[in-house]
């Protein structure tokens, strides 16, 4: 609490120090406020009376609330007064003028929101931009690298068509030869003493 | 905050405003000019109070504007539209007057405080405890105390205030715009309006003044 349950100048002390003023700003205003804390304070000492009853002027409560305070404001005077009071100073906030807005404020409002219309629709587009282009990098790659790939297969096949035709070209002249050699492992033996490479060579 | 499924609708029903901002989310250009017109003037007086700057209202007001706009695409009716804008130029006012009061801080010199009597409330206070004859305080005066007075509040029961007293809002919408419980807003309200009584008092009996001198001084 500001102005706290305590009577006197220490509540009011809090004041002044909560809204930021020394002992010695606002002279003459101190003592006057000083007498009216002092005045409202038994009314914030007792259980929330007087939130009750800005909340009963602000026609926030229910009708219990209501009638309590309705009760109080009957038998109490100065309870009537407080209530008058915190009216007529509610009253005096009317003084404040009413912002007189310009033709030109709205035009300028609606100008700024346009130009940030256009630079989001900017960002908007440039993102998408990045963002195709991105795709299309990603998906030109893997097209490329397939096209690469295909091509190394297939030109590797197409450049060396009969190699497999030619590497087996010992097998398929010395067919006859080796089908008389007892095993296969014999075979691997004669391949190993490099009897069959100059046919090789030849066929290559 | 989350929604019921059963108050969306009910706030697209009873403000016209959220509808006009639901256009707005479809991109309806004139359905935003539409609600700048209506506000601006609201919005411009409040945050007049809160930064005691025209221009600087005006500034803070067009960037509310713009956020709201920004935020159009994300926009969920869960308040009125009036809560929303104003929780918005709540945040917005906060970042501005922290900003204010940094600048305050470092251009704050020793020795270089405004005198008491360059304060027309501490002025008139100083009048009012005088002997000077009294004479009736006229309109522009009268704002004067009235928002010098408002000075006096710390900045969340400023805004508070001015949200019940130029919004008509209840201590739940209030309390929306601020984040805070209605219970807190209870509290705030209070407090605000005892201290702005306080402030006040010595200066709306009869709404006079003594002495003549404020041209003078």
Known sequence: MIIGAAAGDVPAAEFFRHVGLGKNSFPGLRGPLVAVMSETSSYHAEDGLYEQLVAYLDGELDAEGSRQIERRLAEDADFRRELQHLQRTWDMLDELPKADVQESFTQTTVELVVQSAAHELQENQQHERRTQRFTWAIGGSGVVAAVVASFWLLSSYLAHPNEQLLRDMPVIENFELLRVADSMEFVYQLDETGLFDEEVDDAL | ?217
């Open chain 2, 1 to 217: 905050m989350a929604l019921s499924e059963n108050t969306t609708p009910n706030y697209e029903l009873r403000d016209p405003d959220v509808r006009l901002m639901l256009q707005v989310r479809e991109n309806n250009a004139a359905a935003f000019e539409e609600l700048v017109l209506r506000y601006q003037g609201r919005l411009i007086t409040v945050l007049e109070q809160l930064v005691q700057k025209r221009d600087v209202a005006e500034d803070l007001a067009q960037e509310v504007f713009l956020r709201v706009f920004r935020a159009r695409k994300s926009y969920e009716p869960g308040a009125k539209f009036s809560t929303w804008l104003f929780t918005i130029a709540n945040n917005v006012a906060s970042n501005a007057l922290r900003t204010l009061a940094r600048r305050r801080e470092v251009n704050l010199t020793p020795g270089g405080q405004q005198t008491t009597s360059a304060n027309p409330l501490d002025q008139m206070a100083l009048e009012a405890s005088g002997l000077m004859p009294t004479r009736q305080l006229d309109r522009s005066e009268r704002a004067d105390v009235v928002r010098q007075a408002i000075q006096l509040l710390s900045e969340r029961q400023r805004m508070a205030l001015l949200l019940s007293k130029f919004e008509g809002m209840s201590y739940a919408e209030i309390g929306e715009a601020m984040e805070l419980s209605p219970q807190a807003v209870k509290s705030l309200l209070s407090r605000a309006r005892s201290n702005l009584r306080a402030a006040l008092e010595p200066y709306m009996k009869e709404g006079v003044l003594k002495g003549t001198h404020r041209e003078e001084a």
